[in-house]
């Protein structure tokens, strides 16, 4: 289906909301991850809204594409999304780390409805993506599998192991896309552990590779529909976003990486996003 403009700018409208509800959030948890989950608000309101075959009503229905965050500390942004989308209240958002919450600091499978995997230690998710992938290729299944990763993680060795196996297996069911924000908790990413070229190094290992604006909502949607039209190799979506995205005080800064919002930066950040989604 072709999205209207006005499609495009409801989508954006929603991706301003989770952004809002991630600051509201880390607030109320005192602790918790903020860079990253701002800078990919848009991916995941797309993927919500508009990429994903799924059903808030049946979130084990046996169809519903399977999505897997190998990066799990952004899970703030996903758990927005999906309250948003109908999973649980929206209410809920705020018990993020609390005792006993369904919304934990790292995704937990069966904690919470719709998550397909336990996340928490990187470079491990793709691995899981494979594994699923494979199984549904067995299956005959005509769902797919999308994970997430961040770039920081591409310095984990097995990661570079899942990426030979997708593509010794043409694993053309599974689309990856990484979350290029050049931050990691130490640093830059350049400085930590320099990465670049990731398109050439993924193309090197026989992946179909595409570079988009992780913020230009229809750059995100054509990809994906891209990557379903790829049937000899796995997909790898390089997403280029800003860390921090949509506060200017934290956009850019790796310091920000794992540190929550105290009240007053909480106060000017909502502002920010409040006045953007006019």
Not at 7 to 16: F, I, P, S, W
Not at 216 to 236: G, H, R, V, W, Y
Request: proline share 5%.
């Amino acid at each position: 289906m072709t999205l209207t403009d006005t499609d495009y700018r409801k989508l954006e409208e929603k991706a301003n909301l989770i952004r809002q509800d991630i600051i509201k959030m880390l607030l109320e948890a005192g602790s918790g991850h903020s860079a990253g989950p701002l800078g990919m608000a848009d991916i995941f309101a797309a993927l919500y809204f508009n990429i994903l075959k799924h059903d808030p009503a049946k979130p084990d229905w046996e169809d519903r594409d399977r999505l897997i965050l190998s990066n799990g500390h952004i899970c703030p942004v996903r758990y927005a999304a999906m309250a948003h989308a109908g999973y649980f209240p929206i209410s809920e958002l705020k018990t993020l780390r609390k005792l006993g919450s369904r919304l934990q600091g790292h995704p937990h499978r069966g904690a919470l409805p719709g998550i397909e995997t336990t996340s928490g230690p990187l470079g491990s998710g793709l691995s899981q993506a494979i594994g699923l992938a494979l199984a549904g290729r067995i299956d005959g299944a005509k769902w797919r599998v999308i994970c997430l990763m961040s770039d920081g993680e591409q310095d984990e060795g097995n990661t570079w192991e899942a990426v030979m196996l997708a593509s010794k297996y043409k694993l053309h069911n599974m689309t990856a896309l990484m979350d290029r924000n050049n931050i990691q908790i130490d640093g830059f990413t350049e400085d930590v552990m320099p990465l670049d070229s990731l398109k050439n190094k993924y193309e090197a290992f026989g992946w179909y590779v595409l570079e988009i604006d992780g913020h230009n909502m229809e750059e995100i949607i054509d990809a994906f529909s891209q990557a379903k039209a790829i049937f000899e190799k796995p997909t790898l979506i390089i997403a280029h976003t800003i860390p921090g995205k949509g506060v200017d005080f934290m956009e850019n800064k790796f310091e920000w990486h794992g540190k929550p919002p105290n009240k007053e930066e909480a106060e000017l950040a909502l502002k920010q996003l409040q006045k953007s989604g006019e």
